[in-house]
């Protein structure tokens, strides 16, 4: 296990001699930039990704046109899609782009379905993170479900919004990264606006009362 970039994922450093020397043998490095289609909905999955840098934006399109951000993929995680899809023998049921450029870990399927039967450490590995993202997902689904569209706006702003108050995002990029209409958003943010708390702008928005929208935010 030499590659410097596997510091990034400390639990395959515990691996077994012959489990590590079957990932180094067969895992290979791979760069792509941003905007690169990594997989697309119904594609089949052919190899195990994990993150050595950067960040893959993971999305589901309706046939209706809406979107919604499941989770991005960064440095140190691997793709929960993706390894379910390997584990079932399933196609992808959602589009991964990268969002910057991406450096990343590929191991072949063949390689990902032997380790996983033979190493324990590697099952800990994979099944850590399975778990994790799943808990996250979990809590995607209660947002989008029950979450009042304020409140959820709110938080997103806080976290993004730069030392300035400044958010570059179109109402579009927001209702995609909340699951919701850009309607929706666009009037919301309107209120915000009449209420003082951002300035609106093209392509972009400025935090102007960040206590209040904190306020929001924690529901106080």
Known sequence: MADPSLTSFPGLTRLDPDSARLFDQSARAMTVPAGTVLFRDGAECSNYVLVVDGA?????????????V????????SCVLTTNCLIANEAYGAEGVAETPVEMI????????????RSEAFRDFVFSAY??????????????????????LAGWLLGRAGADGAVRATHQD??????????????QLKEFERRGWVALGRGALTVLDRAAIESLSSGV
């Not at 499941?70 to 995680?77: A, D, I, S």
């Not at 994790?132 to 304020?150: C, K, P, Q, S, T």
């Not at 927001?174 to 009037?187: F, H, K, N």
């Open 56 to 68: 893959i934006r993971v999305h589901k399109l309706s046939e209706g046109g809406r979107e919604i």
């Open 70 to 77: 499941l989770y991005r993929v960064e440095r140190g995680q």
């Open 106 to 117: 590929i191991l072949p399927s063949s390689a990902f379905k032997t380790l996983l039967a």
């Open 131 to 152: 778990a994790l993202r799943i808990a996250d997902l979990l809590m995607l689904i209660e947002e989008v479900a029950f979450g009042r569209i304020d409140v959820r």
């Open 174 to 187: 927001m209702a995609v990264e909340l699951g919701t209409a850009r309607e929706v958003i666009s009037r």
